[in-house]
T-cell receptor, first 113, second 118 residues
Framework: AQSVAQPEDQVNVAEGNPLTVKCTYS??????LFWYVQYPNRGLQFLLK??????LVKGSYGFEAEFNKSQTSFHLKKPSALVSDSALYFC???????????FGTGTRLQVFP | GAVVSQHPSRVICKSGTSVKIECRSL??????MFWYRQFPKKSLMLMAT?????????EQGVEKDKFLINHASLTLSTLTVTSAHPEDSSFYIC??????????????FGPGTRLLVL
């Protein structure tokens, strides 16, 4: 079965430190990969996506993600975390033969002052 | 750009009544819209795919007669929860794809609708 895994329910990081939110996937073919962020009682905001090309993708608010095909991973990163980055982050995958998104279970990022 | 709105943002209704939720793409045309349901501290569950001018495609386990979807124009899709019951209480989120983005199209999400059935 096709799936997306976000192994950490919560990630805690101090403001100013680098952050990583992990995502791995099990999907056949070459999928499209996405990261979304959700603030309390709000919908999802698009951060970035990988379609093809350079493995390092830069997105909104200083976030970037690195696609690793051999490890089937698409980890979200930011060099210096802000308290305002605290939110729920979802990794999503769109298999090549469908228009549906498969979501991970989400990772809550908590940035402490 | 790529803004999706939902209305209402929050609704409380009595058990047995029907509730309509609107999803609009404000600055782009969307041939396809998606309806999701999100439980507290859980991921999003795709309910159905809504295609403009045709019948929606429902995911396995989703009752199409209970969750009526209409996608009458390129900028509007509606989800009607018929004969709502307390177990239908949830956060409903729609998304839309910009048809001009082609194969690299991204799903843009609305702000969500919180439904509480008493």
């Amino acid at each position: 079965a096709q799936s997306v895994a976000q192994p950490e329910d919560q990630v805690n990081v101090a403001e100013g430190n680098p952050l990583t939110v992990k995502c791995t996937y099990s999907v056949s073919g070459n999928p499209y990969l996405f990261w979304y962020v959700q603030y309390p009682n709000r919908g999802l905001q698009f951060l970035l996506k990988y379609i093809t090309g350079d493995n390092l993708v830069k997105g909104s608010y200083g976030f970037e993600a690195e696609f690793n095909k051999s490890q089937t991973s698409f980890h979200l990163k930011k060099p210096s975390a802000l308290v305002s980055d605290s939110a729920l982050y979802f990794c999503a995958v769109r298999p090549y033969n469908t228009d549906k998104l498969i979501f991970g279970t989400g990772t809550r990022l908590q940035v402490f002052p | 750009g790529a803004v999706v709105s939902q209305h209402p943002s929050r609704v409380i209704c009595k058990s047995g009544t029907s509730v309509k939720i609107e999803c609009r793409s404000l600055d782009f045309q969307a041939t396809t819209m998606f309806w999701y349901r999100q439980f507290p501290k859980k991921s999003l569950m795709l309910m159905a795919t809504s295609n403009e001018g045709s019948k929606a495609t429902y995911e396995q386990g989703v009752e199409k007669d209970k969750f009526l979807i209409n996608h009458a124009s390129l900028t509007l899709s509606t989800l009607t929860v018929t004969s709502a019951h307390p177990e239908d209480s949830s956060f409903y989120i729609c998304s839309a794809r910009d048809r001009l983005e082609g194969v690299q199209e991204t799903q843009y999400f609305g702000p969500g609708t919180r439904l509480l059935v008493l």
